[in-house]
Each structure stands twice: as structure tokens, then as C-alpha cells.
């Protein structure tokens, strides 16, 4: 299969995929991810409905590296099915690879029925009604949920969750989130485009509410990069 790895033979490698034994399966599957084939995609997905162990964890394995918007309804439904951690991982990938703007409202639309699930996936759009979401199940949203909530607002991907995150390091009834929603807070801070005197302006803020010498000496660092 090596010798069939160049990119002029992964339609033929596709082509035996599904009648291959389960050794070459994993194997096909491992090239097509390499080779990012998503016109293979619809064998991929098939195949996570393998018998076989191997086949079945090789497929959800390639999902983010073939899947395309297309296939957002196909993905949303993979997501509910999936029996591990792990398949839950890769479907969430792979919805993270095509976020954008033609995915954005059947994902968003699937959250009320598998929010815990989605909520991962929310920070890759950073969009207001992405982060809205999101903001709503950790205020409102317990165990499981406002944790998910939580890691999301720390993974967001641009400066929209600066707001939220200063208003709860403010907020005396969450001070079991306030040091990470700080770190978080001036990482996203620092990865914006923002001016730099609107960045100094933001970790000013985050200083006053340091809590310790960690937390100060963090702030003044990347405050001295700017």
C-alpha cells in the first residue's frame, strides 16, 4: 500500500476500500486521511459502522481530515450515535474543520438536543450567536454542561469572549473560575489584532484583578511584549 500512497493512486486505494480485508481497510484509511481525499468521504463515514474494532476507530480517525460541509447533517447524526470518548472527539474535529458560515446554522440549530456535545465545537465559528450560546450554558447550565460551557469561553478563537470572561473574574460567586478565565483572558487578549494601546488597556484591566504574584507577574510579562 506505500507503493500506492502517491496521490494518483488514493482513487484507487478508495476503490478497494470497501471490499478490502480489515488490515488494508485501516490501512487505506490511514493514506486517505494522509492524503486528505474528501471525495472519499462518504466511504469513511460508512465505514464507522464497521463490525470491526480497528476499521471502525480508523474511520472516526479520518473524519476530520476528509469531511466536508456537505456532510454537516451526516456529521451531527455520527455525533449522537458515538459510543466513546474518543468518537466523540473525532466527530467534534471533524465539525471543527468545516465550520463556517454555510455549517453554522444546522450546528447551532442540533445544540438544543446535543449541547454538551456541540458546545466544543462553538468556539471555531466566533460568531455572536456561537458565543451566546455558550455564555447561556454556563449561566445557566450545571455539572457536565457549565464546565463544557466554560472550556469553550477559554478556547474561543478570537477577542469576542474577553467581555464574558472579565465579568465573571469580577464576579465574587464564580471564584472557583476566575484564575483560568484570567489566564484565558489575557491569551486571548494577546492573539487578537487589537491596537496595542487597546491591548494595554484590556490587561489593565485583568491586572486589577489579579489575586497573586502568579497571576501579576503573567500580566505584566505579556503587557511588557506589546
Given at each position: 500500500f506505500l507503493?500506492?500512497?502517491?496521490?494518483?493512486?488514493?482513487?484507487?486505494?478508495?476503490?478497494?476500500?470497501?471490499?478490502?480485508?480489515?488490515?488494508?481497510?485501516?490501512?487505506?484509511?490511514?493514506?486517505?486521511?494522509?492524503?486528505?481525499?474528501?471525495?472519499?468521504?462518504?466511504?469513511?463515514?460508512?465505514?464507522?459502522?464497521?463490525?470491526?474494532?480497528?476499521?471502525?476507530?480508523?474511520?472516526?480517525?479520518?473524519?476530520?481530515?476528509?469531511?466536508?460541509?456537505?456532510?454537516?447533517?451526516?456529521?451531527?447524526?455520527?455525533?449522537?450515535?458515538?459510543?466513546?470518548?474518543?468518537?466523540?472527539?473525532?466527530?467534534?474535529?471533524?465539525?471543527?474543520?468545516?465550520?463556517?458560515?454555510?455549517?453554522?446554522?444546522?450546528?447551532?440549530?442540533?445544540?438544543?438536543?446535543?449541547?454538551?456535545?456541540?458546545?466544543?465545537?462553538?468556539p471555531y465559528?466566533?460568531?455572536?450567536?456561537?458565543?451566546?450560546?455558550?455564555?447561556?450554558?454556563?449561566?445557566?447550565?450545571?455539572?457536565?454542561?457549565?464546565?463544557?460551557?466554560?472550556?469553550?469561553?477559554?478556547?474561543?478563537?478570537?477577542?469576542?469572549?474577553?467581555?464574558?470572561?472579565?465579568?465573571?473574574?469580577?464576579?465574587?460567586?464564580?471564584?472557583?473560575?476566575?484564575?483560568?478565565?484570567?489566564?484565558?483572558?489575557?491569551?486571548?487578549?494577546?492573539?487578537?489584532t487589537w491596537?496595542?494601546?487597546?491591548?494595554?488597556?484590556?490587561?489593565?484591566?485583568?491586572?486589577?484583578?489579579?489575586?497573586?504574584?502568579?497571576?501579576?507577574?503573567?500580566?505584566?510579562?505579556?503587557?511588557?511584549?506589546?
Amino acid at each position: 500500500f506505500l507503493q500506492l500512497a502517491e496521490p494518483s493512486h488514493v482513487q484507487l486505494l478508495a476503490g478497494r476500500l470497501t471490499k478490502a480485508m480489515p488490515e488494508a481497510q485501516v490501512s487505506i484509511l490511514s493514506i486517505l486521511a494522509q492524503r486528505r481525499s474528501t471525495s472519499e468521504e462518504g466511504k469513511v463515514i460508512a465505514l464507522t459502522a464497521s463490525t470491526n474494532a480497528s476499521v471502525r476507530v480508523a474511520a472516526y480517525h479520518a473524519l476530520p481530515y476528509v469531511a466536508t460541509p456537505s456532510s454537516v447533517q451526516t456529521l451531527l447524526d455520527l455525533l449522537g450515535k458515538a459510543s466513546s470518548s474518543q468518537e466523540v472527539s473525532d466527530v467534534q474535529m471533524a465539525l471543527v474543520a468545516i465550520a463556517d458560515n454555510e455549517t453554522m446554522p444546522a450546528i447551532l440549530q442540533a445544540t438544543s438536543s446535543q449541547r454538551a456535545r456541540l458546545l466544543p465545537v462553538l468556539p471555531y465559528f466566533r460568531d455572536p450567536k456561537s458565543l451566546q450560546t455558550v455564555k447561556t450554558s454556563f449561566e445557566k447550565g450545571s455539572g457536565e454542561e457549565k464546565e463544557l460551557a466554560f472550556s469553550a469561553l477559554l478556547n474561543w478563537q478570537n477577542g469576542d469572549a474577553t467581555g464574558i470572561l472579565l465579568d465573571l473574574m469580577r464576579d465574587p460567586n464564580q471564584a472557583a473560575y476566575r484564575s483560568r478565565a484570567l489566564g484565558a483572558y489575557v491569551k486571548q487578549v494577546m492573539n487578537t489584532t487589537w491596537p496595542a494601546d487597546q491591548k494595554l488597556l484590556k490587561l489593565r484591566e485583568a491586572f486589577a484583578l489579579a489575586a497573586n504574584a502568579d497571576e501579576r507577574r503573567l500580566v505584566l510579562r505579556e503587557a511588557a511584549s506589546v
